[in-house]
């Protein structure tokens, strides 16, 4: 019974945070789409924190939007966003 209590408790813990990754994922893919933006990689935390990198070849007036869009969104908790010296996109030599 003890073990029973224990995989519910942890259950009961793990379900929140689950959900508020699932829900701000859907919301970056949303405001990614959205902007038409492709030169990016990003990392999404347990919590739902987004750690994103552009490319260089993206505008610096897109970035500060795109960011922007993010941090006001209500199922992102934070962002961490940068500018890489590498773009994402194409095939790789």
């Known amino acids: ?32 789409f959205d902007e038409n933006m492709e030169n990016f990689f990003y990392t999404l935390r347990d919590d739902g924190f987004v750690e994103i990198l552009f490319g ?16 006001k969104h209500p199922a992102i908790p934070g962002v961490l966003a940068g500018r890489g010296t590498k773009n994402f996109c194409g095939i790789p030599n």
């Not at 260089?56 to 941090?71: F, T």
């Open 56 to 71: 260089p070849a993206v505008a610096e007036n897109d970035y500060i939007r795109i960011v922007e869009r993010l941090r």
């Open 1 to 32: 019974m003890r073990r029973l209590l224990v995989l519910l408790a942890i259950l009961l813990f793990a379900l929140p945070v689950q959900a508020g990754q699932a829900e701000a994922e859907s919301a970056l893919t949303n405001i990614l």
